[in-house]
Protein backbone atom coordinates (compact mmCIF):
# COMPACT_ATOMS: atom_id res chain seq x y z
CA UNK A 1 0.00 0.00 0.00
CA UNK A 2 0.92 3.61 -0.87
CA UNK A 3 1.80 5.78 1.97
CA UNK A 4 4.23 7.85 3.86
CA UNK A 5 6.23 6.62 7.14
CA UNK A 6 7.59 8.59 9.65
CA UNK A 7 9.95 7.01 12.17
CA UNK A 8 10.85 7.12 14.64
CA UNK A 9 7.32 7.07 16.41
CA UNK A 10 9.49 8.32 19.52
CA UNK A 11 12.17 10.25 20.06
CA UNK A 12 13.98 11.42 23.25
CA UNK A 13 17.25 14.39 22.18
CA UNK A 14 18.82 16.04 25.20
CA UNK A 15 19.05 19.42 25.03
CA UNK A 16 21.61 21.30 22.76
CA UNK A 17 21.47 17.67 20.03
CA UNK A 18 20.70 17.94 16.91
CA UNK A 19 18.06 15.09 15.93
CA UNK A 20 16.40 14.12 12.67
CA UNK A 21 12.99 12.92 11.91
CA UNK A 22 12.66 10.70 8.90
CA UNK A 23 9.75 10.90 6.31
CA UNK A 24 9.38 8.61 3.39
CA UNK A 25 6.65 8.34 0.62
CA UNK A 26 6.15 6.10 -2.32
CA UNK A 27 3.22 7.97 -3.54
CA UNK A 28 5.34 9.22 -5.98
CA UNK A 29 4.05 13.28 -4.87
CA UNK A 30 6.09 15.80 -5.45
CA UNK A 31 4.66 18.33 -3.15
CA UNK A 32 5.93 17.20 0.77
CA UNK A 33 5.25 19.50 4.09
CA UNK A 34 6.52 19.41 7.92
CA UNK A 35 3.88 20.65 10.40
CA UNK A 36 4.42 20.83 14.18
CA UNK A 37 1.43 19.94 16.15
CA UNK A 38 0.79 20.92 19.87
CA UNK A 39 -2.22 21.23 22.36
CA UNK A 40 -4.48 24.02 21.62
CA UNK A 41 -2.37 25.00 18.70
CA UNK A 42 -3.42 22.74 15.53
CA UNK A 43 -0.95 22.22 12.86
CA UNK A 44 1.47 24.91 12.04
CA UNK A 45 3.72 24.36 8.99
CA UNK A 46 7.80 24.45 9.34
CA UNK A 47 8.70 23.80 5.81
CA UNK A 48 7.61 22.65 2.20
CA UNK A 49 9.01 21.43 -0.48
CA UNK A 50 7.36 21.54 -4.26
CA UNK A 51 9.77 19.66 -5.70
CA UNK A 52 13.09 17.92 -5.22
CA UNK A 53 15.65 19.95 -4.22
CA UNK A 54 13.92 23.06 -3.53
CA UNK A 55 11.96 24.05 -0.23
CA UNK A 56 10.18 26.74 1.29
CA UNK A 57 10.07 27.73 5.00
CA UNK A 58 6.95 28.08 6.25
CA UNK A 59 5.29 29.92 9.39
CA UNK A 60 7.70 28.57 12.13
CA UNK A 61 10.91 27.66 9.95
CA UNK A 62 13.04 29.12 13.00
CA UNK A 63 15.19 25.70 14.60
CA UNK A 64 14.93 23.78 11.98
CA UNK A 65 16.59 22.60 8.25
CA UNK A 66 15.28 20.23 5.87
CA UNK A 67 16.59 18.73 2.77
CA UNK A 68 15.03 17.28 -0.17
CA UNK A 69 17.60 15.30 -2.32
CA UNK A 70 15.25 12.40 -3.87
CA UNK A 71 11.56 11.99 -4.41
CA UNK A 72 10.44 10.41 -1.72
CA UNK A 73 12.46 11.38 1.27
CA UNK A 74 12.03 14.50 3.38
CA UNK A 75 13.70 14.87 6.51
CA UNK A 76 13.55 17.70 9.22
CA UNK A 77 16.42 17.96 11.14
CA UNK A 78 15.42 19.56 14.98
CA UNK A 79 18.55 21.70 15.62
CA UNK A 80 20.30 23.15 18.85
CA UNK A 81 18.58 26.94 18.37
CA UNK A 82 15.01 24.97 18.61
CA UNK A 83 13.83 26.41 21.69
CA UNK A 84 11.22 24.29 22.56
CA UNK A 85 11.12 21.47 19.95
CA UNK A 86 8.95 19.07 22.52
CA UNK A 87 6.00 18.57 19.66
CA UNK A 88 4.24 16.37 17.74
CA UNK A 89 5.60 16.24 13.89
CA UNK A 90 4.01 15.48 11.11
CA UNK A 91 4.86 14.89 7.65
CA UNK A 92 2.29 15.28 4.94
CA UNK A 93 2.26 15.29 1.12
CA UNK A 94 0.18 16.04 -2.12
CA UNK A 95 0.40 15.20 -5.79
CA UNK A 96 1.98 18.53 -6.59
CA UNK A 97 1.75 21.76 -4.79
CA UNK A 98 -1.50 23.50 -4.67
CA UNK A 99 -3.63 20.35 -6.07
CA UNK A 100 -5.70 20.41 -3.31
CA UNK A 101 -8.44 18.51 -5.03
CA UNK A 102 -6.19 15.30 -3.64
CA UNK A 103 -6.00 16.60 -0.22
CA UNK A 104 -2.81 15.84 1.88
CA UNK A 105 -1.99 12.52 2.86
CA UNK A 106 -0.43 12.45 6.51
CA UNK A 107 2.16 10.34 8.25
CA UNK A 108 1.67 8.87 11.68
CA UNK A 109 4.17 11.05 13.20
CA UNK A 110 7.35 11.13 15.62
CA UNK A 111 6.74 12.43 18.93
CA UNK A 112 9.80 14.31 20.32
CA UNK A 113 10.77 14.99 23.79
CA UNK A 114 13.59 16.67 25.12
CA UNK A 115 15.37 15.05 28.23
CA UNK B 1 -2.60 36.55 7.16
CA UNK B 2 -5.51 33.85 6.10
CA UNK B 3 -6.22 32.44 9.45
CA UNK B 4 -9.18 29.27 10.01
CA UNK B 5 -11.09 29.36 13.73
CA UNK B 6 -12.62 26.35 15.24
CA UNK B 7 -15.18 28.03 17.86
CA UNK B 8 -14.94 25.07 20.26
CA UNK B 9 -11.61 23.81 21.72
CA UNK B 10 -13.60 20.52 23.33
CA UNK B 11 -17.14 19.21 22.98
CA UNK B 12 -18.50 16.41 25.05
CA UNK B 13 -21.44 14.95 24.32
CA UNK B 14 -23.28 11.61 25.61
CA UNK B 15 -24.11 8.95 22.09
CA UNK B 16 -26.85 9.49 19.68
CA UNK B 17 -26.40 13.38 20.30
CA UNK B 18 -26.28 15.87 17.37
CA UNK B 19 -23.24 17.34 16.70
CA UNK B 20 -21.79 20.23 15.16
CA UNK B 21 -18.47 21.44 15.07
CA UNK B 22 -17.96 25.19 13.70
CA UNK B 23 -15.55 26.61 11.40
CA UNK B 24 -14.78 30.19 10.01
CA UNK B 25 -12.01 31.47 7.22
CA UNK B 26 -10.76 35.04 6.54
CA UNK B 27 -10.69 34.33 2.62
CA UNK B 28 -13.16 36.25 0.82
CA UNK B 29 -12.45 34.54 -2.65
CA UNK B 30 -12.28 31.27 -3.49
CA UNK B 31 -11.30 28.12 -1.66
CA UNK B 32 -11.23 24.84 -0.87
CA UNK B 33 -12.14 23.70 2.61
CA UNK B 34 -11.53 19.83 4.33
CA UNK B 35 -12.69 18.33 7.42
CA UNK B 36 -9.84 16.00 8.98
CA UNK B 37 -10.18 13.60 11.98
CA UNK B 38 -7.49 12.29 14.21
CA UNK B 39 -8.33 9.47 16.11
CA UNK B 40 -6.43 8.54 19.22
CA UNK B 41 -3.09 7.76 18.54
CA UNK B 42 -3.71 7.18 14.47
CA UNK B 43 -2.93 10.35 11.98
CA UNK B 44 -4.86 12.29 10.32
CA UNK B 45 -7.81 11.38 8.23
CA UNK B 46 -9.18 13.28 5.72
CA UNK B 47 -13.61 13.38 6.19
CA UNK B 48 -14.50 15.32 3.69
CA UNK B 49 -14.08 17.90 1.21
CA UNK B 50 -15.27 20.95 -1.07
CA UNK B 51 -14.22 22.22 -4.24
CA UNK B 52 -16.83 23.65 -5.92
CA UNK B 53 -20.74 22.50 -6.50
CA UNK B 54 -23.51 21.29 -4.00
CA UNK B 55 -22.57 23.23 -0.71
CA UNK B 56 -23.55 20.48 1.12
CA UNK B 57 -20.28 17.32 1.32
CA UNK B 58 -20.67 14.05 2.63
CA UNK B 59 -18.13 12.62 4.42
CA UNK B 60 -17.11 9.22 5.58
CA UNK B 61 -18.82 7.69 8.20
CA UNK B 62 -22.16 9.95 8.19
CA UNK B 63 -20.44 13.45 8.76
CA UNK B 64 -20.99 16.33 6.17
CA UNK B 65 -20.58 19.91 5.98
CA UNK B 66 -22.35 22.91 4.97
CA UNK B 67 -20.34 25.43 2.97
CA UNK B 68 -22.01 28.79 3.42
CA UNK B 69 -19.91 31.36 1.16
CA UNK B 70 -21.79 34.34 2.66
CA UNK B 71 -20.85 33.58 6.23
CA UNK B 72 -17.22 32.23 5.62
CA UNK B 73 -18.06 28.75 6.96
CA UNK B 74 -17.97 25.12 6.81
CA UNK B 75 -19.45 23.73 9.92
CA UNK B 76 -19.26 20.04 10.52
CA UNK B 77 -22.14 17.96 11.37
CA UNK B 78 -23.51 14.57 12.03
CA UNK B 79 -26.91 13.56 13.21
CA UNK B 80 -26.21 10.74 15.87
CA UNK B 81 -22.06 10.48 16.98
CA UNK B 82 -20.86 7.15 18.59
CA UNK B 83 -18.53 6.85 21.01
CA UNK B 84 -16.34 5.82 18.13
CA UNK B 85 -16.41 9.31 16.73
CA UNK B 86 -14.11 10.40 19.85
CA UNK B 87 -10.97 12.18 18.06
CA UNK B 88 -10.06 15.52 17.40
CA UNK B 89 -11.16 17.61 14.52
CA UNK B 90 -9.14 19.93 12.02
CA UNK B 91 -10.57 22.45 9.37
CA UNK B 92 -8.25 23.22 6.91
CA UNK B 93 -8.48 25.78 4.18
CA UNK B 94 -7.00 26.46 0.84
CA UNK B 95 -7.10 29.83 -0.49
CA UNK B 96 -7.27 30.46 -4.42
CA UNK B 97 -5.23 32.33 -6.56
CA UNK B 98 -4.21 35.62 -4.85
CA UNK B 99 -5.12 34.04 -0.95
CA UNK B 100 -1.78 33.51 -0.43
CA UNK B 101 -0.45 30.25 1.27
CA UNK B 102 1.55 29.80 -2.01
CA UNK B 103 -1.25 26.87 -2.00
CA UNK B 104 -0.44 25.32 1.24
CA UNK B 105 -3.23 24.33 3.36
CA UNK B 106 -4.18 26.66 7.02
CA UNK B 107 -5.70 24.30 9.65
CA UNK B 108 -7.54 25.94 12.48
CA UNK B 109 -6.38 25.13 16.14
CA UNK B 110 -8.86 21.61 15.96
CA UNK B 111 -11.59 20.83 18.21
CA UNK B 112 -11.60 17.85 20.62
CA UNK B 113 -14.57 15.92 20.21
CA UNK B 114 -15.23 13.73 23.62
CA UNK B 115 -18.50 10.76 23.15
CA UNK B 116 -19.96 9.46 26.21
CA UNK B 117 -20.73 6.06 25.91
Known amino acids: DGGITQSPKYLFRKEGQNVTLSCEQNLNHDAMYWYRQDPGQGLRLIYYSQIVNDFQKGDIAEGYSVSREKKESFPLTVTSAQKNPTAFYLC??????????????FGSGTRLTVV | AQSVSQHNHHVILSEAASLELGCNYSYGGTVNLFWYVQYPGQHLQLLLK??????LVKGIKGFEAEFIKSKFSFNLRKPSVQWSDTAEYFCAVKPGLGGGSQGNLIFGKGTKLSVKP
Open chain 1, 92 to 105: ASNPRQGAANYGYT
Open chain 2, 50 to 55: YFSGDP
